[in-house]
């Protein structure tokens, strides 16, 4: 209903197909790439930088952009009010999730720096496309790069029911305006869902314009910061409800 309601009822039969697809394609090339390494190790050692380790300052940029990655992992309890036993299954996709993905591409940026001379890889706009192009051939890259684009589409509608969902939700709580929280005929936060994508537009095209690029890179550092105490808050809070109430928390959230 969400999905439809948003427009994109045409497109969602794409998910189960392409999600899987960018998967094998990603899990390939760790195959092949582990394969030609262990094959070969000493022809691939040279890759690996010979500059000293970085210092404090580096480390810190390096981390902000590798936890602005990660933000949003917690996604799924969004949904927990309309999700089949949330205590069971919204944990399992958060942990299982999270640890998959962090597998796959931790991997796939330790083989490519094995591949891939440093150089190569620092002046390369599309990675991924560079690491199978080095293992498979010139013009193989393109071809996961296009499930990696019409993935990225779905994983953008997905974003966008997310936090629509999450104003809708902010909304009944009183802590967003009512007109937020009005659904149509199938359930959608309507108004949301409007709000968000012209936000999500805006940031998008900043990404275009040199002037604001500075902008929304200060902005993503802002929004790190901003969720870390966050996170940091929702942990120490589940070991003091847990010392409280042992009972009242679903053993899978430890």
Do not use: H
């Not at 193989?140 to 993935?151: E, K, P, T």
């Amino acid at each position: 209903g969400a999905e439809r309601a948003a427009g994109f009822s045409g497109f969602a039969w794409l998910g189960p197909i392409v999600g899987p697809l960018t998967t094998a394609g990603l899990v390939l090339v760790m195959v092949i790439g582990a394969a030609a390494i262990l094959a070969e190790p000493a022809t691939y050692t040279a890759n690996l930088p010979t500059t000293p380790p970085v210092g404090l300052g580096p480390s810190m940029a390096a981390a902000t952009i590798a936890l602005y990655a990660m933000l949003g992992f917690e996604s799924a309890t969004v949904a927990a009010g309309r999700a089949r036993d949330p205590e069971r299954t919204i944990p399992r996709a958060t942990l299982i999730g999270t640890l998959v993905v962090a597998v796959i591409y931790v991997t796939i940026v330790g083989i490519g720096m094995l591949l891939v001379p440093q150089a190569t890889l620092a002046n390369s706009d599309a990675p991924f496309v560079t690491i199978i192009d080095s293992l498979l051939g010139a013009g193989y890259g393109r071809w996961l790069a296009l499930f990696v684009v019409i993935s990225g589409l779905g994983c953008l509608n997905g974003w966008t029911l997310l936090v629509a969902e999450l104003a809708r939700t902010l909304a009944i709580k009183k802590l967003m305006p009512e007109a937020m929280g009005r659904a149509n005929r199938f359930g959608v936060p309507w108004i949301a869902l409007l709000v968000i994508g012209v936000l999500a537009t805006f940031i998008g095209l900043m990404n275009y314009t040199d002037s604001l690029v500075a902008g929304y890179t200060k902005l993503s550092v802002i929004v790190t910061a901003a969720n870390l105490p966050l996170y940091l808050c929702v942990a120490l809070a589940l070991f003091v409800l847990r010392r409280r109430d042992p009972s009242a928390l679903p053993s899978m959230l430890w």
